[in-house]
């Protein structure tokens, strides 16, 4: 028998069917090699994960005793911020900021950090505004979450201990170390006083600045038959002014903040009338540097003669950087003057953001280990504004070098800087005006503070602030 013949449609199909066959295995192949290829390639890689923002927390007095500061300090904050984001932020993420208010109270001020650490999950603080403040908040709270402070007003002496800080503190202002010898130098030498009374707020800031002062002055020679320690919280300091003036001074050194600063002068006129022993001429800290404080005191309620008084203050020296930030800070605030301490608060802010660029991270403790590298020389000079620039500079592995608002911000071992100081008074407008400048460069160290300082070179660099510097206005 003959085989039977499939017939001829069914013998196409199958031919038909064995090319689609092919052709999808062609295709799978295909696919293959491009998953392959992509795989090698890495297109299929996780992408990678965007750096973390820099937390940072302010903490400044918005209220309390040194409300006069706070706010205005804070804006310099502010303009940092925006700076730095507007020019690419830190590690290509922008900046978020926290605000909190110390109060000028150690309580708040622990209250806010804990908040700022652990609700906010900060990587750093700008803060506190007072040492009293700063040192339980360092101790107990900043240093045991990892995370560094850089206070722009906090100038305790007490504060340079990394026993204290753990290392996790550093400050922009220079301590009262310095501060006070340069009141004890001005008193004695040119003023030509022999016997001064101290009268200061119950604080490490208060405390602190009062000894160096007393230390100072009575190693040049004079005398400080008594110091009155005040409580700021008083509401009348008629006792503590008749114990003040009970031995007789020539004039009274006052460490304060404006909070207690209006109730103690306030008192001291009210009683000047019947006291004639207390017309002796006052010389206020930095604490007591602000305008708005002086209008008070010029103020037919309280009618202080402010011209009479004058005041020391750790300052920015003259130039065209600081000159560069005040036309900075004008623009991004509608016109407003920086007050005391703007600038320190702005340069903490770029030294952090410094910090953690350099480490590539924003971990606390990362940010602490490169502060210190990025405040002084070598690499290239950073001025307000040129955040650009230390982008370029460091993503190219180089070093950058602050030179901020406040000056050379160099900071030592203990997180501690240096700088230069000014004699300030009022003159007939009832404005504060530079009296003399004394520069860092004629401020002894640290190990000579025992010892007689300045001489003739202080003197000759008062004559010439007299005649060259006076007409500043801060």
């Known amino acids: 028998m003959e085989e039977e013949k499939a017939p001829s449609g069914e013998m196409r199909k199958a031919g038909s069917g064995s090319k689609v066959l092919w052709a999808v295995i062609a295709v799978l192949i295909v696919i293959v090699i491009v998953v392959l290829a992509a795989a090698f390639a890495g297109l299929f890689s996780p992408a990678a994960a965007p750096k973390p923002q820099l937390r940072l927390g302010v903490l400044l007095s918005q209220t309390g005793a040194l409300s006069q500061y706070g706010p205005g300090d804070t804006k310099g ?7 730095i984001n507007l020019a690419g932020g830190v590690l290509g993420q922008p900046i978020i900021l926290f605000v909190e208010d110390d109060q000028t109270d150690a309580t708040a001020t622990v209250a806010a950090a804990t908040k700022l650490i652990s609700v906010n999950h900060v990587n750093a603080i700008v803060g506190a505004q007072f040492s009293g403040g700063s040192i339980p908040t360092v101790s107990s709270v900043a240093k045991k979450a990892f995370v560094p402070m850089v206070s722009p007003s906090a100038t305790s002496p007490a504060l340079s201990n990394l026993s204290l800080t753990g290392g996790y503190f550093f400050r922009t202002a220079p301590s009262d170390a310095l501060q006070g010898v340069v009141a004890a130098d001005y008193l004695f030498m040119n003023l030509s006083y022999r016997y001064v009374n101290i009268i200061a707020r119950d604080d490490s800031y208060g405390r602190g600045l009062a000894g160096v002062v007393n230390s100072k002055f009575t190693a040049l020679g004079g005398h400080v038959n008594t110091t009155v320690i005040i409580d700021p919280t008083h509401t009348n300091f008629d006792t503590d002014l008749t114990t003040l003036f009970s031995t007789n001074p020539q004039a009274v050194y006052f460490v304060g903040f404006p909070g207690e600063g209006i109730v103690v002068m306030s008192n001291w006129q009210a009683g000047l009338s019947s006291n004639t022993g207390w017309d002796r001429p006052w010389i206020f800290s930095e604490g007591l540097k602000s305008q708005a404080f002086i209008d008070q005191l ?72 490169q502060l210190r590298t990025v405040s002084e020389a070598p690499g290239t000079v950073i001025k307000p504004g040129q955040w650009a620039t230390a982008l370029a500079a460091l993503g190219a592995g180089g070093d950058v070098n602050w ?23 009022v003159n007939s407008t009832f404005k504060i005006v530079r009296v003399a400048f004394i520069p860092d460069s004629s401020i002894p160290t640290v190990a000579a503070l025992a010892a007689p300082a300045f001489g003739s070179t202080f003197a000759t660099q008062y004559l010439w602030a007299q005649t060259v510097g006076a007409s500043r206005r801060f």
């Open 77 to 83: 904050a502010k303009l940092a911020v925006d700076q």
């Open 298 to 369: 010029h103020d037919p309620s309280v009618n202080v003669d402010v011209t009479k008084i004058l005041g020391t203050a750790p300052v920015s020296p003259f130039g065209a950087i600081y000159d560069s930030f005040v036309a900075q800070y004008k623009a991004n605030n509608s016109g407003q003057t920086p007050v005391l301490y703007a600038d320190y608060t702005y340069d903490a802010v770029y030294l952090i953001a410094l910090a953690a660029q350099k480490a590539g991270s924003v971990n606390g403790t990362a940010i602490r280990d």
């Open 403 to 425: 030179e901020g608002a406040a000056g050379s911000e160099d900071f030592d071992a203990n997180g501690d800087v240096r700088g230069s100081y000014e004699v300030w008074g």
